[in-house]
């Protein structure tokens, strides 16, 4: 079937995580993505660790599969002016500079729209376009730390801690990416493309609409609830006979199956517990129970008999367990490319289906710089000049 975002081509100049993984998403639903690199060195991602067999980081590979390499030289006139060209052929522009800096190189959406006004462009920073903290530089833990949460993340009596996954970083991608196909349509109406300023911190705020509502119901800062939900009960991991973890989540119409499972007939037959707001009130000694009786039994067997009642459960699983499960395995959420310098190597494939398609095929991340001259002939440079382009160490 034809990709969705076939015909689209994104000049994307960002580097290390968030928007990078938006332009992977975007590529891999048919977009044709143009990587703008530094000569020499690249994205800063190709020098982290872990580095594979031959040399490649495996935190490049994560996110920027399927994109075509252009190494330019953005301080020097001519790599500026080469940038140029190319964006006057693209329907999207994806930057993470700092503001400004892109006004200062002349690729600012101003001047870039002025020749292509349909154009897309998406700017993803820290703190935004505006505002006082504009010019601050951050990173994924420092906007966990600023946004509030790494405060509510980790046990009540323990420090504050950051989430397992860069959550910052991943959430503002998928902000990028919903930027950019919003800027698309857009276009499809208009005909006029926009500019669309993603901030970090916006989005980890934007988060807490939840956390939000119960600060302004109830004036109460939320606190750290390790596995624990503040509002259900139950809902935590709770540790097994056999040192494993489960985590058990249940609402009303789940409360008396989980305690004919777990043989707490006087739970169930407790009025004041039959509904989420009496076992909230009760929250210690419901807790306290479920601990003790779980701690009896082995995990396997309990989530078999807790999945036939029909009651929510999960092992807490590592991530190779994870991805090894047979449901993902039959989802194909693994896949695998063939770089020309590592060979085969796995890949978690963006996790949008289409009903009647089979998985797509992977891409493979692109070498430093193999695009640049066939990606420049295409915005018309000819031979002569990208051979005095690259004698001169602009390309």
């Known amino acids: 079937m034809t990709p969705p975002l ?44 872990p580095r594979l067999p031959a040399g490649e980081s495996a935190y490049f590979f994560a996110v920027n599969r399927g994109k075509r390499s252009v190494t330019l030289d953005l301080k020097d006139t001519r790599g ?4 140029r060209r190319i964006a006057a052929r693209a329907d999207v522009v994806v930057e993470n500079f700092l ?31 505006t505002g006082p903290d504009r010019a ?6 420092v906007f966990q ?34 930027a950019v196909l919003t800027g698309l349509a857009g276009r499809g109406t208009t005909g006029r493309g926009r500019h669309l300023d993603v901030s970090m911190m916006d989005v980890q ?10 600060l302004f119901a109830l004036d109460e800062d939320p606190a750290r609830t390790g596995s624990q939900h503040p509002g259900r009960v139950p809902s935590a991991a709770f540790e097994a006979a056999d040192g494993r973890w489960v985590h058990i989540s249940c609402s009303d119409q789940h409360w008396q199956p989980l305690c004919r499972v777990l043989r707490l007939d006087d739970l169930e037959s407790d009025s004041e517990l039959r509904h989420n707001a009496g076992r909230v009130a009760h929250r210690d000694r ?15 067997k309990l989530v078999e008999e807790l999945r036939a009642a029909d009651v929510p459960v999960g092992e807490v699983r590592g991530v190779r367990e994870a991805l ?25 494939r963006t996790p949008l289906r289409e009903t009647g398609a089979r998985p797509h095929d992977l891409e493979s991340p692109p070498l430093l710089g193999a695009d640049t001259e066939s990606v420049l002939a295409e915005a018309g440079f000819g031979s002569a000049e990208i051979a005095a382009l690259r004698g001169e160490g602009v390309i």
């Not at 500026?80 to 940038?83: E, F, P, V």
């Not at 860069?166 to 990416?177: H, I, K, N």
């Not at 395995?329 to 190597?345: D, I, K, L, Y």
Request: proline residues 7%; glycine residues 14%; without cysteine.
């Open 80 to 83: 500026r002016d080469a940038a």
């Open 205 to 214: 705020l934007s988060l807490h609409a939840l956390n939000a509502a119960r």
């Open 99 to 129: 503001p400004g800096t892109m006004d200062r190189l002349g690729l600012g959406y101003e001047e870039l729209a002025a020749g292509n006004p349909g154009l897309v462009y998406v700017s993803a920073t820290g703190f935004g376009q």
């Open 324 to 348: 090894d499960d047979p449901h993902a395995r039959a989802r194909g959420v693994v896949g695998t490319f063939s770089h020309p310098t590592e060979g085969e190597f796995p890949a978690i």
């Open 6 to 49: 076939e015909g689209i081509t994104v000049l994307d100049f960002s580097r290390v995580l968030a928007a990078p993984m938006a332009t992977q998403i975007l590529g891999e639903l048919g977009a044709t993505v143009i990587k703008v690199e530094r000569p020499g060195s690249g994205d800063e991602t190709r020098g982290f660790e």
């Open 145 to 178: 730390a600023l946004s509030g949460v790494m405060a509510m993340t980790g046990e009540p009596d323990g420090p504050p801690v950051k989430t397992g996954i860069p959550a910052a970083d991943l959430t503002s991608g998928l902000w990028v990416v919903i």
């Open 136 to 141: 601050r530089k951050g990173y994924d833990t």
């Open 286 to 300: 419901v807790m306290t129970a479920l601990r003790s009786a779980i701690a009896d039994r082995e995990s396997g």
